[in-house]
């Protein structure tokens, strides 16, 4: 008989991971706080879309549905636009020719993965809150949000994945030796929206991810399917400027004219956006162990919620599920040693994405309006391009390049960091980058092995 | 008509807390979740006797309960006494002569504490565990332990009070922008005891701590006012060795004749005590903020618990109680602005005495048998005797100079730090540690102004 599996939460990750485990002949059922998304609007605070790139695609195709995702629903961004104060644009292309990160609607992919996930029988309960986690048995006790009716099941292996406010981890922080950190980082967001244009077609460039970079602060935006984009303002709480000081749309307003008017020139609703949508906030999850007992299990933002300037919340969880398959293929149901393994596994990758993910945000908000910084990306680019073995762009490891670890991407940007500190630190350097001289001294200062993918 | 504070945790810093605020005519109730333990045995899982040192003297001083305090229940510890493999002695004074930490028992002092706040008229409630706080009312709602009968109280203030796993902090990490984390070391500890001497004496030096540093590990023992010493083995839970490792009495028993021949010979119940005590966990907690729409806040180790290597744990909890008083001296009931300070204020020297508590457990376990170490120890003795006031050990600032915030002895010591990192390193140190050419050395690289309290 097929062992049971309770998972919480129908979130993406929740959903792909009933796919996988569906696929491998386990009974699976969702337990999901919310209503049925497919049926109701989804409630604010969350991200309207995001970006879809190749660890998210690869954890996909492994189930057949990357493809899928990509044709029905993804517009492919190949390259970052930068709009300055005064509305000059800039490029940064992602990586090489046709890579591309792409935007996807949270709730038309999570609606597709839940009917994945029911197509291959797994049944999803909506409006069940956990209560309760007993980590023995295992099992999870259940209150319906609407009658309060209470519940109970007792499945053979629990995996957490509701959330970066996961009930499963909330109730595991209660047992001994459980660490845990919740980190709020100073800055939130609220999203705004630029709509189609009269046609239906896109008001900006539609294949890109625009950003306005303004040190401290940023604003950036997404294409939608529908010729919008959405804008999200990345914002200190306090401070000056921050969201309380903007405390009326006035001000609001007027700090948009001076610092993003060509943005603000499209926003036809920017007033009553400014007043009703919340300002969310963002938080950096870690803990550790993952798993409890070769029963319970915790995976994506339930055991690493990250901020989204890598654009990898999803795409690390969805890695997770990929890795967790590989290693029951490896395992079996031989649950101990296969848990232990994916905790340490990845672990350390969460850990670094998490890092990563921090620093990209200072420089999309900052260094994407520095010429050296700039003309850095620009040196490794070309240097990449012409010895591919000898160097890939961090964002490349990151972002295009599924087979290397977040872990090791990390590590070798590090390196990659020594390298440029010393070639940016070249006389003339603004002058001379495109030198033979500058590649020579690349090419001393990096090892044989290369830091690359 | 006073204000109504309610209290969570009738421990060491909610009773003194209640003391402070009833002394100030506040209208005080302390909700402790526990029975009452002058009644009882306390339960396992809490260390028997504390280190009171000077920040903790001053907070009782405060309330007049110092003297009473030392008089009553406190063993004066001058100095560290160092146990080798062999049993060979070497002795560390703590301070100046006369200055001493004092071994007290946490439930004799903690008996006096819940005493003193019903003297002042503070009404204590046990068995009462605080299941929810209603952060706007606010409100407190309670569970009776025994009769599962609830209650809710409607103070103009509530303290949380309630340790390292605070009821009201919890509620706290639920509400939004609340940066929350708790770590658990590697290592745990279990406790152990060297009995009284036939004739009621002590079969040790009484007036010192005892110390067996191991360099991953440690066995310290503090005398209680019985004649016996209260020995803890400070030691990591996996590894080897380790807890997981000595599996059976014997395997502890064999490793006990090892490493701590000494100690063992004295411990008449070891099998037992070994068999029967708990390993118990160590935990840092850090959070912020400590307060909330200036009607809520947390204090002692509900904000900040640390581990016990710096004997700062009621040190410090203590400390807070007073720095609170102090701001109620300042601000008046304006509870807005005082709870502002008050958190702005200790916070950092929270996150000083957990950085420095760690830091000690390094020095205890490992460089208090290093011979480097002990010559730099003696170098700063000499120097600070002769310039007190250009130099104050590091840990006298945190153990005997209450006017120094943990903060600032924190940024001492690391100037300090590379002062003797080079004194460390000149020639010869060790034939001429006490020649004028070092002590000109320091002169120099030390300012005008001194590493003092």
Redesign the interface.
């Known amino acids: 008989m097929a062992e049971k599996i309770a998972i919480t939460g129908a979130g993406l990750v929740g959903s792909l991971l009933g796919v996988y485990l569906a696929k491998r002949n386990f009974d699976v059922s969702i337990y999901e706080r919310r209503p049925d998304a497919r049926k109701t609007q989804l409630a604010g605070g969350r991200s309207i879309n995001l970006a879809l790139s190749d660890r998210g695609l690869e954890a996909l195709a492994r189930v057949g549905l990357a493809d899928k995702v990509l044709r029905e629903m993804a517009i492919p961004m190949y390259r970052r636009v930068m709009h300055d104060q005064e509305g000059n644009l800039t490029y940064q292309p992602y990586g090489k020719d046709g890579q591309a990160i792409n935007s996807v609607s949270r709730s038309g992919l999570n609606a597709l993965l839940m009917d994945q996930a029911e197509e291959h029988g797994v049944e999803i309960h909506f409006e069940q809150a956990c209560a309760e986690v007993d980590f023995e048995q295992p099992a999870l006790h259940f209150e319906n949000v609407l009658s309060g009716e209470k519940s109970t099941v007792k499945p053979h292996r629990i995996f957490g994945a509701d959330g970066a406010f996961s009930a499963v981890r909330g109730a595991l ?1 209660k047992t ?9 980082i100073e800055h939130g967001y609220k999203e705004l929206t630029i709509p189609p244009a009269k046609d239906g077609g896109f008001l900006m460039e539609k294949n890109a991810l625009h950003i306005w970079p303004r040190g401290n602060y940023m604003l950036i935006a997404l294409p939608n399917p529908d010729g919008s984009f959405t804008c999200t303002l990345f914002f200190p ?1 306090e401070g000056d400027p921050s969201f309380s000081s903007l405390d009326s749309t006035e001000k609001a307003r007027s700090f948009f004219k001076e610092q993003f008017a060509d943005a603000l020139a499209l926003m036809s609703d920017f007033d009553q956006e400014w007043e009703e949508n919340p300002n969310s ?1 963002l938080v950096i999850i870690r803990c550790y162990p993952w798993t409890k007992n070769g029963k319970v299990a915790l995976i994506g933002d339930a055991s690493h919620a990250i901020v989204p300037f890598y654009g990898q919340g999803m795409n690390s969880g969805f890695e997770d599920c990929l890795v967790f398959d590989q290693l029951l293929e490896k395992h079996g149901t031989n649950w101990e040693p296969l848990f232990e393994e994916y905790q340490q596994l990845r672990k350390p990758d969460g850990d670094a994405i998490a890092d990563l993910a921090m620093r990209n945000f200072v420089e999309m908000r900052d260094l994407t309006g520095d010429a050296d910084f700039l003309l850095q990306k620009k040196i490794e680019a070309r240097f990449a391009e012409k010895y591919p073995e000898r160097w890939t762009p961090l964002y490349s490891l990151v972002t295009f390049s599924a087979q290397t670890r977040y872990s090791e991407a990390q590590a070798l940007g590090q390196k990659q960091d020594e390298v440029m500190a010393q070639i940016m630190a070249m006389p003339n350097i603004h002058e001379k980058w495109d030198s033979a001289e500058v590649e020579t001294k690349m090419l001393e200062l990096i090892p044989e092995q290369g830091f690359s993918a």
């Open positions: 922080q001994d030796r459980f660490s845990y950190s919740q980190h709020y709480y906030s």
